[in-house]
C-alpha cells in the first residue's frame, strides 16, 4: 500500500511569547502513513501531537526535516492547494471552522474556493451533508445546532472538497458524550470508504477504534503500533501521565482477580460482548 504521508526528521520550534523562550515543540519524528489507514496520536497537553497535525495540513512549516502529502513538498509555497485538497483538517472548535449563515453555503465554500463548477458543487454539498447524516439541517443557520451538528458540518466541509485524507484535531473535545459518539460514527464512516484519518485525540477510546496508534511525549514518538501491541503497555502509558482505555483497565483488574479474560480486549464493545456470554 502507497504512503499518503512521509515525514523525514521533522522538527518544529518556536518561541514562546510569555517568557521570548525557544521551545522545541516537536524534536525529530519519522514515520509514514499508508493510504486508507486509521491511525490515532495521543499524548498529553504540550507533547506536540496538535503541532504535527497542523504541520502535516501546512498551517505550519517545518523548521528542520521534510514533510510530504501525497508527494508534495510542504515547505513549497507552490504545493500549498495540491497538500490542502489531499489533506483536509476539522479542528477542535467546530465555531472557528463555520464562516456563512446557512450550512449548505458553508459546506460549498471550500469547493467554490478551489474553483469547482456550481453544478458540481451542489452535487458535493448534498453527498458530503447526506454522509455525516445533516442533509434535513442544510437550510438551517449554524448557530442553532448543537455543538455536535456544527462539528458534522464542519466535516461535511472538508468531505465536499475530496480530500484523501482528513486530520481530525481532537474533534470532539468540547462535546458531550453523545456529541463524541456520534464524530466518532463518522469518522469510522469515512474511514470504511476509504479515506484516511489521522485523529490527534486524548481520549484513549477513540485512539482504540484506529489501525494505529502513535504516542507522542515532549515532541518525541514514544510508542507506535497497532491498538493492542500500545495499550498492551499499561505500565507505561501510565508513566506518561495517560489514562488507558477502560476496557483494558477492567480486564487488567478481572485477570488480577483470576478470571482468564482473552487478551486483545481493549474497546468497551468487546469487554460487554466477552461479559453478556455469562448471563
Known amino acids: 500500500m ?19 523562550v525557544m521551545v522545541d515543540a516537536i524534536k525529530d519524528v519519522s514515520f509514514e502513513v499508508k493510504k486508507g489507514s486509521f491511525v490515532a496520536v495521543i499524548g498529553q497537553n504540550g507533547s506536540g501531537k496538535s503541532t504535527l497535525a497542523k504541520n502535516i495540513n501546512a498551517l505550519l512549516i517545518p523548521t528542520g526535516g521534510t514533510i510530504y ?30 464562516v456563512s449563515s446557512i450550512v449548505e453555503d458553508d459546506v460549498a465554500f471550500g469547493p467554490e474556493n478551489l474553483g469547482i463548477p456550481p453544478q458540481e458543487i451542489r452535487a458535493r454539498v448534498d453527498d458530503a451533508l447526506k454522509a455525516v447524516n445533516m442533509y434535513e439541517h442544510r437550510k438551517k443557520a449554524p448557530h442553532l445546532l448543537s455543538g455536535g451538528q456544527k462539528q458534522r458540518i464542519a466535516i461535511a466541509g472538508v468531505v465536499a472538497m475530496r480530500p484523501d485524507c482528513i486530520i481530525f484535531d481532537e474533534p470532539t473535545a468540547m462535546l458531550d458524550p ?29 485512539a482504540a477504534e484506529a489501525d494505529r496508534v502513535i504516542i507522542m511525549d515532549k515532541g518525541d514518538i514514544v510508542l507506535d503500533g497497532t491498538p ?24 487488567d483488574k478481572l485477570r488480577a482477580r483470576g478470571i482468564n479474560l482473552p487478551k486483545g480486549i481493549i474497546r468497551t464493545e468487546e469487554m460487554v460482548d466477552y461479559l453478556c456470554q455469562f448471563k
Open 228 to 251: 493492542i501491541e500500545i495499550f498492551s503497555e499499561t505500565e507505561r502509558i501510565k508513566a506518561l501521565g495517560l489514562d488507558i482505555p477502560v476496557a483494558v483497565d477492567l480486564a
Open 69 to 98: 502529502v501525497n508527494g508534495f513538498d510542504t515547505r513549497d509555497d507552490e504545493n500549498i492547494w495540491e497538500i490542502r485538497q489531499a489533506a483536509g483538517m476539522v479542528f477542535q472548535n467546530p465555531d472557528n471552522q463555520l
Open 178 to 206: 453523545k456529541g463524541r459518539a456520534g464524530v466518532m460514527a463518522i469518522i469510522n464512516k469515512l474511514h470504511k470508504e476509504g479515506i484516511t484519518v489521522i485523529l490527534i485525540t486524548h481520549f484513549m477510546e477513540e
Open 2 to 20: 502507497e504512503n499518503i504521508i512521509k515525514i523525514e526528521n521533522l522538527k518544529f520550534s518556536y518561541i514562546r511569547e510569555a517568557d521570548q
